[in-house]
């Protein structure tokens, strides 16, 4: 078979971007198996770390989620025993949500996996380059 020729899909932003992301994401569901958390779970889970009290509503806008689709996670997170509501201390119709201490384990040792996993993915990039790339991504999207 002769050689396909890629050259105008790799000009293209999206379909690198893209190309970057299955590849890190494959990564990632082999190393989060062990916790049981799907990439979203883990955006969620480690919004709730780094912001205790974090409403549904602030998640929902950080992440890009509607809100029927957060609710069924935040439930089965709940049931997993590693996530509680509790009343927010400014808002009386607002809830927050927090780690309890299995979440905390948890997301300890599934941040540290995943800094792993993005240095193993990140391997042939410099320091800086990865600090580049980085930079560069969130200017397309933020």
């Known amino acids: ?21 299955l590849a ?8 989060m198996a062990p916790y049981d958390l799907r990439p979203v779970d883990f955006s969620v889970m480690s919004l709730i770390t780094h912001n205790p ?11 890009s989620i509607q809100p029927p689709n957060l609710v069924a996670m935040i439930n089965a997170l709940e049931q997993r025993e590693l996530i509680v509501r509790k009343p927010h201390p400014h808002d009386g119709r607002a809830v927050g949500l927090h780690l309890t201490l ?17 240095l193993d993915a ?13 930079q560069l991504l969130q200017k397309v999207y933020l």
């Open 1 to 21: 078979m002769e050689d396909v020729d890629t050259r105008y899909l790799e000009s293209l932003l999206g379909y690198n971007a893209r190309r970057a992301a």
């Open 24 to 31: 890190v994401i494959e990564v990632f569901l082999e190393r």
């Open 53 to 63: 009290g974090i409403t549904s509503r602030q998640l929902c806008a950080a992440l």
């Open 102 to 118: 299995t979440g905390q384990k948890l997301m300890h040792d599934a941040e540290r996996t995943a800094l792993k996993l993005e």
């Open 122 to 134: 990140t391997k042939r990039l410099t320091g800086a380059e990865r600090k580049t790339l980085m």
